[in-house]
């Protein structure tokens, strides 16, 4: 290892290394390192861990992957949203982020709308669960919805599992793996809001119970190796008894 | 007092009260995630101190004024359970506690990165279940722990001790009856990983020599006390790699 970039090194085993890291530990110091990430910062000339993640060492590359924290809205994510309040021409929702989400009409309704004849109830209520894309988000204004969309508006039926928004991307997988295997294997309809809400359409209802299931599990062991056949494997199982079930 | 009914702090073997030598910490236990409702949480027992933290955010400020358009702001409760000491303490914030809140808020605030969340607010709630001393110390490194339990990122967890003078000698981590006839109580909190403090009080009198080596004693502790919070964050993932093996 070059003495001007040295990695903090806790266990040398292979080239790849993957560890838990935690707020305040320097990961590596220097000029020669490669640091990728969201949970890291450089100060000075140390990079260090500001939340809990996992870290990846790959000869001069180090990835850190957060494992906590809220979700921060993003422009083109889809995201489910709860209603939770009504203005005269724009709703207020609750997307699981420190800032709320603001769905105007012009955004929801195809034809004009007159606050005085409509009311904005009539479309969405309070409590109901919509599908919303963000328009825009800057920090200094509450990030934009729209439902306009291929597959946005209101749910109307399915159940919603909420997960912590950093596991969302290890339960849509490589370039959509884990979540299209799910699908595959089940058969069922999902939607992954990137706010750590998904909703699961399942004719069978025993079929949605594994699938919830298995996005606990995906949750509960994001940081691990191996997972989508491990995932696999549990639905196939749990199919199998469905079945067996129903044949007895 | 006359001399002859004082309390032995400590004998002339060098033993406290409790058996521990001067420069021995009480047993420490520490936890994650014990509360289902709040964001982040702790618990720590330090002896018989026991002190649980929760984190709430970042999170929408009510009232609206107390936002800061560039920053998070932290609100902070530091308060005492009426059943924590051996007299029944009255529930409302005294002005010892007003006090706390505000010195462990600043504290904190030094490591969290407050602009990653502006218009937001960061709640910290810190209740002393029972009081053996040094409970401002334990709370401040379960409030950190529970600020890296919420995925709220920090520079570095923050841990505390107190150090205390008693007959003439300096020890580490005073409890209850040593701080009351003690000659001089010096709460400290630190930074570990970037050496700074960030909190140091003192209660009594030390000379100069004795403050700079009773600022010693404490990083000693404070050292021992970080890597027992790093363990504890790291141990979470490691239980649930574990419990993945039984599953599978």
Partial sequence: ?248 | MSSEDKIVLIDEKGRRIDGRGPEDLRPIRMEIDVLKNADGSAYVEQGGTKVIAAVYGPREVHPRHLAFPDRAAIRCRYHMAPFSTSERKSPAPSRREIELSKVIREALESVVFTQLYPRTVIDIFIEVLQADGGTRCAGLTAASLALADAGIPIRDLIAAVAVGKIDGVLVLDINETEDEHCEADMPMAMAPSFNEIVLLQLNGVLSPEETSKAIELGKKGIMKIYELQKETLKKKYELSTRRSQVVT
Avoid at chain 1, 27 to 50: L, S
Avoid at chain 1, 161 to 173: A, D, L, Q, Y
């Fill in chain 1, 1 to 248: 290892m070059k003495s001007d970039g040295d990695i903090v090194m806790e266990q040398h085993t292979a080239n790849t290394r993957r560890y838990i890291g935690v707020p305040g530990e320097i990961v590596a110091e220097g000029e020669n390192v490669r640091v990728y990430g969201q949970g890291v910062v450089k100060i000075g000339d140390k990079y260090v861990i500001t939340v809990t993640s996992l870290v990846e060492v790959h000869n001069n590359t180090i990835t850190v992957i957060p494992l906590e924290g809220p979700y921060m809205p993003k422009a083109g994510d889809v995201i489910i949203g709860i209603i939770e309040d009504i203005g005269l021409t724009a709703w207020i929702l609750d997307i699981k982020s420190p800032y709320k989400g603001v769905l105007h009409v012009g955004e929801a309704l195809s034809g004009p709308f007159n606050p005085l004849k409509n009311n904005l109830r009539r479309y969405f209520d309070i409590g109901d669960y919509v599908i919303a894309k963000i328009l825009d988000f800057d920090k200094t204004k509450d990030p934009v919805l729209t439902v306009r969309g291929k597959g946005l508006g209101k749910i109307t039926r399915g159940i919603i599992v909420e997960v912590s928004p950093p596991k969302v991307p290890r339960i849509i997988g490589k370039k959509g793996s884990m979540i299209s295997m799910i699908k595959g294997e089940t058969g069922c309809n999902i939607v992954v809001g990137m706010n750590g809400r998904i909703l699961v359409n399942c004719s069978d209802p025993r079929m949605a119970n594994i699938i919830v299931k298995a996005i606990k599990i995906i949750e509960r062991e994001s940081h691990t190796t191996g997972l989508t056949d491990r995932i696999r494997m549990f639905i196939q199982e749990n199919k199998e008894v469905c079945l067996h079930e129903l044949g007895g």
